[in-house]
């Protein structure tokens, strides 16, 4: 019988009828609003064969199309991918990658040769590809320290934690962290066997390979006219040859907005990933930007890659409005459409068969 | 320090346990030795300063927000912390300050209540005279003053009383739910103190009596005054909660304040219900940890690989820490997966899941449809937390009287002199149906008639008009032959109180048809038969009781003959009759078996002239056994079985027991959807019977009705068993049950066996109470199963909820107990939804239920309507809700596999941290508080919607399964398709655009709008509501998205905000959103595909009743069924009389009378409220309680 007590409770309905007694009687009836009796006016679609049947037509219909086209663009699109890593012992870069220290002082090269079969008519970009790479390791993607970047001087003098063990060596370690560490720092040089023998080096452009928000935005340097100057208590990162202040000799690619360390500092998704190097920038209209013929790739080989079995790439390529030659989405919309159309068909038949079976109004009692 | 101390809201635990209370009247100083609790009361749970502490404590000790606690620790550690801190304390504080809000206005409203009650004023003796004191300072021992109407202010001990004898009348509903009026009576020396202020502040009586308990009714204890030492019992005590009735003034002495009353004592927590969905998502919740822990496991695993085979060569560009190997790595990464997919266990599904209960509870609040208007009754959802098993009911218990009728008897036939009067013949002789219109017999002529009394026969007016003597006598013994109290506040306004309802309707129709019963006193009753007012002698009242089925009275009219009255059960009566009436007996039998035939309750009237000097001698036996100290009821049952023999019949009358309004329409709504009902009633076979017939419970068309009515238990046995062969003759003798072991309990479940046809049963209660013993339970439930309704008679309290028990224990079945009185409460508690029939009087079964209303036939609304939205919201809430976080988290685990099983993240912290609570929670709540798939006309045409709730069809652990599956399959589209698409892929101008930022934000994206998408598939009601919650949150998620990847953000908060420009940079990218389209169809196909599989192949109920209510569209719904008045066909008999025992020695001995007071205002306060005078009378049974021992 013990019931939950409550003070109010004492007065029961009493209260209740006191106020009965006053000329005004307030019922206690529910608000007539649509809310409120659950009537609000609503759409009830349901599922029938009038709108089921057309739509996987209509997807049908448009993904084939889109598949199509995409596969094409993306089959346009040409691209060479060179593999420099050097593991093989017929590759001109074995001696290179056999031979590495982080410490030696005299750079490696290696001289590997190609020739492309069809001019690159438009603007060539040149990314190099690492693989095997974790990029995406938790505690790699941590280990910077984004205020420092930003140019902040406090976080300059005093990093972030997250940069440990690249934080501190003797004086604070700018960039710090274990991404600014691992930065890649091979050089890749193009040349253009001419048909006659000439070995022309290609322009590579280096600017505009970084996200603008990357470059404006999120790295700054230090205030301060100098870098030199501004950089003077710092160390480099461990593995670096120069300073963070001699990246460049340009000051506007300088020091952290330095583009080459902005577009490794953006990590990768996947532990296959290709970054952008250089830009070979279309001429005139009239020559291809690469036309046919032999090419040499000269490599100043200073990434180790070979302790954890990566893989060294250079590669060529042109895009177009869907960016890189992938040919997935190409496939997948026209797979995808056309498994819509079968089974628009599919259930077409079922229904034209077995369909009646909900008209018939036979419910059960 | 004491104040101090309650004053900071800790209660001081008393080192010692009170065993005796003693107080001395007027004696503040002597009594405050004790330390007693003073009146003062506190129902609330904090103070100022102890909410945010106190609070919070409570909120830690459940289990979710621990768990949750224990994510921060594990994201402190930094070796471990795969998640900003924020993602989890953003969550776990909006949670906490939501049910922090909750308490803190739960709690200021019981402050305010408290407040209100204890600074209620009441007079108190202090120094010798009166002073108005506030209830919180009222002190044990203290004298109080109570005036007419007042509540009780603490326990009192009765001293004196303004009215005779030092009586009092108080109601206790708000303690017992009993609304008649009860006595209590001074102790005669201290009634002698009457108001006289003086003596009272002299007063220095000593009480001791038992320390503070619960117990009601019961009280012992001393009172010494002047040397003297007087017995205390439950007589002389007055209860808080109580208030006071038709006494000028009392004076009481306190016994008991504040915390230390019985009504406090009484204040227990109530039993928390939990619904089954409840149940099955703490298994649920469960196994996803299980689950978790699965995952994390096979993860680490990964990560020990990894380890083990890359990153050891992996050091020079990601050095470890030192001493950091393979293993201990993998131990790391195992918590620090735990708090990434943590998603899995979500703290806003229990915050959701209150949410939307709370939304629908108030849509019942709110429902119009059940609204009350006679008794301005809403109905209303008391416990908040119990919807959607309206949705599943399968079990209905019901009380009778109040519930099913509406304990409204009318006077409808009788049969005088072998005469039948009472039906409405038109000229050709054929019955007519009565209906409003019939023309009503006019009863102006006697001023003294009740307005609210109908009759239709006019042939009855003309007899007793014409003087018919045999009419005559019949209407004086309803006049004479009875218990009621006369109340009669101004001139000719009439009141009766009866004991029983059908007395009382008795009573009046004499009254209309010139026999007014006007007043009574011990010795006298005053009547004004056809306006003379004419008094008789009252000699004797031979009471009823339940072996007698009878009660007589003998009386001497004013020329001094004397005449005994009875009135009873016919079977007992006409065994007791003279011979001379042998012949009228078997015409009145014939009408009696008519009348039982329609329901109606019936009783045989007779009388008897006695002797002057037998009657002499009788009297004087009967005065020797009614003092007679042992065995004096069966001596006094024998020394009346003496006198009532030789009786002249009279006749017989008819009296209606009211069904409420829609009870067969409800009942046979309910039947359709599957629905068993069980009446359990404390009415007597015969009656309870009729009521089945009449409410469509049992029908004609049932292929049998068995009736169990066994004196032994091994007869029980045979006819129960008996009737399950005839029902299912290949059912076995052992009973099917299914075992089942679940987290350590062992389960037993009794399987539905199949019958076919309906069957009903009835069964008594002497035979009930064999039934539920131990043995035979199971037999009881397997053949009470198979019938389609059950009917138990004579039923008490404990064995409604015995039943109730029985089945909820036995059955994998939800159930339902609706009832109105103080007697259902057991059940009401028992069931997994009690159901309180409120606007009548009596609160106790309201306070105890779950849901209230005020008529029986809201209850089809409740369950086909508000039950089945519930239910289908509740699941699709669910299943959505685990689909959506599932997908979401297993994106991590098979993003683990491309990052050294490093715990990386897959989606920006932040979009973790407000996924749940911004970007999916409202649509998913608009979901499931919106969400109808036919509307209630539509439900009530087809009560069958109702049968996937009964199974569990839309919720369960199969429907779980699948929802893994599914997620399984969304995540794995959500992952993969975006990694392919990305793959070695560049932007429009070259740049990168596989970085890890942009992945992310390609895959949050993806999966948001997947989710949406799956979201508008579930929902089959789109109001304008839901739209907005749907586009609103899409567009809120961009709008974050984009404010928070901007330059400002990035400036102001460089380390919260890494993500700068990656919304900019890849949603400007066309293969971006080809991706996007891709995901979303690849998810959204295979349901619309399977779903539209199964519409055409397999259609349920539901889709059969959607695409209806889509062809019916242009055409309106046919209107509601009319359902015919059942005529009964078969002649049963029937012979009820709900009467009880007890009420003939207060009749007697003048307690109940009332010396009329001329001038005192109000007598009746109820009974002038407008809703009182627009209601036929009603008659309160006084001890209906008693009449079920």
């Not at chain 2, 009749?1147 to 009182?1172: D, Q």
Request: charged share 20%; hydrophobic share 40%; net charge neutral.
């Amino acid at each position: 019988m013990a019931s939950s007590y409550s003070a109010k409770e004492e007065d029961g309905h009493h209260s209740g009828s006191a106020g009965l007694g006053g000329a005004a009687i307030r019922t206690r009836k529910p608000d007539n609003t649509a809310f409120k009796q659950q009537r609000l006016p609503a759409w009830q679609p349901i599922l029938t064969a009038g709108t089921v049947l057309p739509a996987f037509f209509v997807i049908g219909l448009i993904f084939i199309p889109i598949g199509i086209g995409l596969y094409v663009t993306s089959n346009n699109i040409k691209e060479i991918e060179i593999d420099y890593t050097g593991t093989d012992m017929s590759s001109p870069c074995f001696n290179c990658s056999q031979s590495f220290s982080w410490n030696s002082t005299t750079p490696c090269k290696c001289i590997l040769s190609f020739s492309l079969d069809q001019p690159f008519e438009s603007n060539v970009f040149m990314y190099y590809g690492l693989s095997n790479f974790y990029q995406n390791h938790r505690r790699y993607v941590k280990s910077r320290d984004d205020s420092q970047l930003n140019g902040d001087e406090r976080s300059l003098k005093e990093p972030s934690k997250e940069c440990e063990p690249y934080r501190v060596n003797v004086k604070p370690i700018a960039p710090c962290g274990a991404i600014a560490n691992s930065m890649f720092n091979d050089t890749l040089d193009l040349f253009y066997l001419d048909p006659n023998g000439t070995k022309t080096q290609i322009p590579l452009i280096k600017k505009g390979i970084a996200w603008w928000t990357d470059k404006h935005v999120k790295f700054r340097n230090p205030p301060g006219s100098n870098l030199t100057a501004v950089f003077i208590d710092t160390a480099k990162p461990v593995n670096w040859h120069k300073p963070v202040y001699e990246l460049d000799t340009d000051p506007d690619n300088n020091g952290f907005i330095n583009e080459d360390f902005i577009v490794w500092m953006r990590t990768a998704a996947l532990p296959t990933f290709r970054k952008l190097y250089r830009i070979i920038q279309k001429k005139n209209n009239q020559t291809p930007t690469l036309p046919r013929g032999n090419y040499t790739l000269e490599v100043t080989y200073n990434y180790p890659v070979r302790s954890f079995e990566g893989r060294k790439r250079m590669i060529l390529s042109t895009i177009s409005w869907m960016g890189g030659k992938n040919p997935f989405l190409g496939i997948a919309y026209i797979t995808v459409g056309s498994i819509c159309f079968f089974l628009g068909v599919v259930l077409l038949f079922i229904h034209h068969k077995y369909g009646n079976r909900n008209n018939s109004s036979d419910i059960p009692s | 320090m004491g104040s101090l101390l309650s004053a900071c809201g800790i209660n001081v635990k008393k080192k010692k346990v009170e065993e005796e209370r003693h107080l001395r009247a007027n004696d503040r100083e002597f009594n405050l030795s004790f330390k007693y609790a003073n009146n003062a009361i506190k129902t609330s749970k904090y103070n100022v300063f102890t909410f945010l502490p106190l609070n919070l404590f409570e909120q830690f000790q459940r289990l979710a927000n621990a768990y949750f606690v224990f994510l921060l620790i594990l994201q402190l550690i930094p070796q471990i912390s795969s998640l900003s801190w924020f993602t989890t304390v953003v969550p776990l504080l909006l949670v906490l300050s939501i049910t922090l809000a909750k308490d803190l206005s739960d709690d200021i409203t019981r402050h305010k209540n408290d407040n209100h009650v204890n600074n209620r004023k009441v007079e108190v003796l202090i120094d010798g005279e009166l002073k108005s004191e506030k209830w919180m300072n009222v002190q044990v021992g203290d004298i109080v003053k109570l005036e007419n109407n007042e509540f009780v202010t603490a326990d009192l001990l009765l001293l004196s009383s303004s009215e005779p004898l030092n009586l009092i009348y108080i109601e206790t509903a708000e303690l017992d739910g009993e609304t008649n009026l009860k006595v209590k009576q001074a102790l005669t020396i201290t009634g002698d103190l009457g108001n006289d202020i003086q003596r009272l502040a002299a007063f220095s009586g000593e009480v001791r009596c038992e320390p503070p308990n619960n117990r009601l009714d019961k009280f012992t204890g001393t009172l010494t005054v002047g040397g003297e030492t007087l017995s205390l019992d439950n007589d002389r005590i007055l209860l808080r909660g109580c208030t006071l009735r038709n006494t000028e003034w009392c004076f009481g002495l306190v016994v008991f304040g504040g915390p230390d009353t019985k009504l406090m004592q009484n204040s227990g927590k109530s039993i928390f219900k939990r619904t089954s969905i409840d149940h099955l998502m703490n298994v649920l919740v469960i196994f996803i940890f299980g689950f978790l822990a699965f995952m994390c496991t096979i993860l680490s695993i990964g990560n020990a690989i990894w380890e083990y085979q890359e990153g050891n060569s992996f050091i020079a560009f990601l050095p470890r820490a030192d001493g950091a190997n393979a293993s201990l790595s993998a131990f790391l990464t195992f918590w620090s997966y735990v708090i990434i997919l943590n998603t899995v266990v979500p703290i806003s599904l229990y915050v959701s899941v209150e949410i939307l209960r709370l939304g629908n509870s108030y849509f019942i609040d709110w429902d119009r449809k059940m609204y009350h208007v006679k008794s301005d009754t809403p109905a209303q959802a008391r416990t908040t937390t119990l919807n959607e098993e309206l949705g599943q009911i399968k079990y209905i218990f019901s009380d009778k009287t109040g519930t099913l009728t509406q304990n409204i008897m009318t006077f409808n036939r009788c049969s005088i002199n072998g005469k039948s009067y009472g039906e409405v013949v038109d000229f050709a002789g054929q019955r007519v149906e009565v209906t409003e219109k019939t023309e009503k017999v006019d009863f102006s002529w006697n001023s003294l008639a009740d307005p609210k009394f109908y009759f239709h026969d006019h042939k009855l007016v003309e007899a007793v008009k014409l003087g018919s003597p045999e009419v005559q006598s019949f209407f004086r013994l309803l006049a004479l032959c009875h218990t009621v109290m006369p109340e009669e506040k101004t001139e000719g306004e009439l009141f009766y109180q009866a004991q029983s309802p059908d007395e009382g309707a008795l009573v009046t129709a004499a009254r209309n048809f010139g026999f007014v019963f006007r007043s009574r006193t011990p010795e006298t009753i005053s009547v004004v038969e056809m306006g003379v007012p004419t008094t008789y002698k009252l000699l004797a009242v031979l009471d009823f009781n339940n072996v007698r089925k009878r009660m007589s009275v003998i009386v001497r009219n004013p020329e001094g003959k004397l005449t005994l009255y009875c009135k009873g059960a016919d079977t007992i009566i006409f065994e007791r009759l003279h011979p001379s009436s042998t012949k009228l007996m078997e015409v009145t039998t014939e009408h009696l078996n008519e009348y039982a035939g329609e329901g109606l309750r019936t009783l045989a009237l007779a009388y008897k002239d006695l002797d002057e000097d037998k009657f002499e001698e009788w009297r004087e036996r009967h005065h020797e056994a009614s003092t007679a100290l042992d065995d004096r009821e069966a001596k006094l049952d024998a020394i009346y079985e003496e006198i009532e023999k030789d009786l002249l019949l009279l006749g017989a009358s008819a009296v209606e027991d009211k069904l409420q309004d829609g009870v067969p329409q409800t009942i046979e709504q309910l039947a359709k959807a599957d629905i068993k009902i069980w009446v359990l009633t404390g009415d007597k076979q015969e009656t309870a019977e009729n009521i089945g017939y009449s409410c469509n419970m049992l029908r004609e068309e049932m292929k049998e009705i068995f009736i169990v009515a066994a004196n032994t238990a091994e007869e029980v046995r045979e006819e129960l068993v008996n009737a399950r062969k005839k029902m299912s003759p290949e059912s076995g003798d052992e009973p099917p049950i299914q075992k089942s072991r679940l987290l350590g309990k062992k389960s037993q479940v009794l399987e539905d066996e199949k019958v076919d046809g309906e069957y009903g049963l009835v069964i008594n209660g002497h035979s009930l109470a064999f039934a539920l013993q131990k043995d035979m339970q199971l037999e009881l439930l397997r053949t009470a199963c198979m019938c389609q309704a059950v009917i138990c008679c004579r039923v008490t309290p404990l064995q409604k909820a015995q039943v109730v028990e029985l089945v909820k224990k036995n059955k994998k079945a939800v159930t339902l107990a609706i009832g109105d009185g103080a007697n259902d409460v057991s059940m009401i508690k028992t069931a997994h939804i009690g159901v309180g029939i409120s606007g009548q009087e009596g609160m106790q079964a309201v306070l105890s239920s779950d849901f209230s209303f005020a008529q029986f036939r809201y209850l089809q609304r409740l369950l086909l309507v508000h039950g089945r939205w519930s239910y289908l919201r509740m699941c699709k809430f669910l299943r959505y809700f685990f689909y959506k976080n599932f997908t979401f988290t297993f994106v991590h685990f098979w993003y683990g596999f491309f990052c050294g099983f490093s715990a990386q993240t897959v989606y920006d912290e932040w979009f973790i941290t407000i996924y749940n609570l911004m970007y999916t929670a409202l649509p998913v709540i608009g979901l499931s508080l919106f969400d109808q798939d036919v509307n209630d006309r539509w439900s009530f045409q087809y009560p069958q919607l109702y049968a996937p709730g009964q199974l569990n069809q839309y919720f369960s652990k199969m429907a779980f399964a699948r929802i893994l599956l599914h997620s399984c399959y969304s995540s794995l589209i959500l992952f993969f398709v975006p990694w392919a698409a990305m793959c070695d892929t560049v932007r429009d101008d070259g740049k990168d655009i596989a970085d890890y930022q942009s992945f992310a934000l390609l895959a949050q994206t993806c999966l948001l709008i997947a989710v949406s998408v799956q979201l508008g598939l579930d929902t089959y009601y789109w109001t304008a509501v839901n739209q907005f919650f749907l586009w609103g949150s899409l567009s809120v998620y961009f709008a974050v998205t984009f404010t928070m990847y901007s330059n400002g953000m990035y400036l102001i908060f460089t380390s919260s905000f890494p993500f700068i420009g990656t919304a900019r940079n890849s949603l400007n990218q066309p293969n971006v959103w080809l991706t996007i389209l891709l995901t979303t169809i690849l998810c959204s196909l295979p349901v619309v595909a399977k779903r539209f599989l199964f519409i055409q192949l397999k259609p349920t109920i539901n889709d059969k009743v959607r695409h209806k209510v889509r062809q019916a569209k242009a055409v309106p719904l046919p209107p509601p069924r009319k359902f015919p008045r059942r005529r009964i066909s078969t002649r049963r008999s029937g012979y009820a009389f709900s009467h009880a025992r007890g009420y003939g020695d207060l009749v007697t001995s003048g307690r109940f009378l009332r010396i009329p007071v001329k001038t005192r205002p109000t007598l009746f306060p109820h009974s002038e409220t407008p809703v009182a005078d627009s209601t036929p009378q009603t008659y309160r049974t006084i001890f209906e309680e008693a009449q079920s021992p």
